[in-house]
């Protein structure tokens, strides 16, 4: 079946400006996680949904970052105000039992 | 914050060689997965092994786990050119969010 897709694959935008990152997960998982990794580093854990219970934001990095997740499937990590700092992949993953899936992520470049 | 620190850094081999990559984390683990990631983009699940056990194999791959030195590596054996791209360990503590805690990882680069 189908995998983690993510859109767009690459964005560019300027600094100041908001963005928006989509990932449509693997049906049926009802945990999404979003990670942002930057240039040589391994992931950063931003937030995380689990069926119709509260998001944990314990990762998110500033307040200008939140995140959705509509009826339970496709999820939008919006980044408003873009800094130069928020350049980076950011990957979402869904999971099932102990193995999570990862999508091949968005890259951000913000100038 | 990242729990998990790799080593070495990078590594560069010839075909055919054996590749040995280190993991040292922190806290308690359930458990511990091996990604490998091409070109800085999607991860790949390569193995999970269980903080119950010490050893597991898959194919060319052999992961190792000493929770008490709370360390784990990973050996391809044999390795082949398509092998080259770094290497990731991540812990799942198996409480709350159960998100992945990952290490820095490794740059393998296999010389054809």
């Known amino acids: 079946g189908a995998g983690v897709s993510q859109s767009p694959s690459n964005k560019v935008t300027e600094k100041g400006k908001d963005v928006e990152l989509r990932c449509d997960p693997i049906?049926?998982?009802?945990?999404l996680y979003w990670y942002r990794q930057s240039l040589g580093q391994g992931l950063e854990f931003l937030i995380y949904?689990?069926?119709?219970?509260?998001?944990?934001k314990s990762g998110l990095p500033s307040d200008r970052f939140s995140a959705e997740r509509t009826g339970g499937s496709v999820s939008t990590l919006t980044i408003q105000r873009t800094q130069q700092e928020d350049s980076a992949v950011y990957l979402c993953?869904?999971?099932?039992?102990?193995?999570?899936?990862f999508g091949p992520g968005t890259r951000l470049t913000v100038l | 914050s990242q729990q998990g620190e790799e080593d070495p850094q990078a590594l560069s081999i010839q075909e055919g060689e054996n590749a040995t990559m280190n993991c040292s984390y922190k806290?308690?683990?359930?458990?511990l997965q091996w990604y490998r990631q091409n070109s800085g983009r999607g991860l790949v699940h390569l193995i999970l092994?269980?903080?119950?056990?010490r050893e597991k194999h898959s194919g060319r791959l052999r992961v190792t786990l000493d929770t008490s030195k709370k360390s784990s590596s990973l050996l391809i054996t044999a390795s082949r050119a398509a092998d080259t791209a770094s290497y990731f360990c991540?812990?799942?503590?198996?409480?709350?969010?159960?998100?992945?805690?990952f290490g820095s990882g490794t740059r393998l680069q296999v010389q054809p």
């Open positions: 092994i269980r903080s119950n056990e």
């Open positions: 949904f689990q069926g119709n219970s509260a998001p944990d």
């Open positions: 991540a812990t799942d503590r198996d409480t709350g969010r159960r998100a992945l805690t």
């Open positions: 049906s049926g998982h009802t945990a």
């Open positions: 806290t308690s683990i359930n458990n």
């Open positions: 993953a869904s999971r099932a039992l102990n193995e999570q899936f």
